[in-house]
Nanobody, 121 residues
């Protein structure tokens, strides 16, 4: 079992900043990938950013240059620094972790409860 605890959502004006954090605990392997996904009302869940346990990040095109995912320390905790927020960033943001085997095959899929981010125009 894996538990994910998220924090940091809220309401911010367009152009503002927010930071989301997610801490994973439980059965976490040394080789894993963590990330953030978001789901706006009436839309499908989409990738925002991921980062491997080796701290290699990837970003979805809509957030490149504005969002930064990081993984401070050696624990399974990630941060998502969101700058220059736009109304279209409004969504529920979900933390995700997937354990991987030594060949990077994903073994499982765990989700946080979601953090709501609202960007007002």
């Amino acid at each position: 079992q894996v538990q994910l605890v998220e924090s940091g959502g809220g309401v911010v004006q367009s152009g503002g900043s927010l930071t989301l954090s997610c801490a994973a605990s439980g059965n976490i392997r040394n080789n894993n990938i963590m990330g953030w996904y978001r789901q706006a009302f009436g839309k499908q869940r989409e990738l925002v950013a991921t980062i491997t346990s080796y701290k290699y990040p990837t970003y979805a095109d809509p957030v490149k240059g504005r969002f930064t995912i990081s993984r401070p320390g050696t624990e399974a905790t990630i941060l998502l620094q969101m700058n220059s927020l736009k109304p279209e960033d409004t969504a529920v943001y979900f933390c995700n972790v997937r354990n991987r085997d030594p060949w990077n095959k994903e073994l499982d899929d765990w989700w946080g409860q979601g953090s709501r981010v609202t960007v007002s125009s």
